[in-house]
């Protein structure tokens, strides 16, 4: 008999929400970059590539079905797989946002969520 924990539940629900607002503000931004590039322009610093878009936009879509699948809890297995792709999305996000930026203490935060994800899988049954 399959047990999900409530912490994998509540998170998943977060997930979800987190990922729909960053689908929204990477859609937004998007079809934005003109006036994002000027902002950029008037600042002195370079605008955003194409790739961080794409990376953006990929990386709501993993949350979104990270997210569902959590909730649904089909398989522990298959909660596993999705889970650490999350992770591995989330971690080049950062890798790639600290190479274009630099660090900041922000990155280490938005590995809170796949980190109780995952404490979320090994709980449940």
Known sequence: MKKKSKLLTVVSIIII?????????????????????????????????????????????????????????????????IGVIYCLAILANIAYSISYTGFSVTYVLSLILPLLYMWGWYQSE
Do not use: C, H, N, W
Not at 40 to 56: D, F, Q
């Open 17 to 81: 929400v987190f990922s729909v607002f960053s689908l929204l503000g990477t859609l937004a931004s998007f079809a934005l970059a003109d006036i994002t590039a000027q902002g950029y322009e008037i600042l002195g610093m370079e605008a955003p590539s194409t790739a961080y878009y794409i990376l953006g936009l990929a990386v709501g879509i993993i949350m979104l079905v990270t997210g569902i699948m959590g909730v649904m809890y089909r398989s522990r297995k298959s909660v596993l797989i």
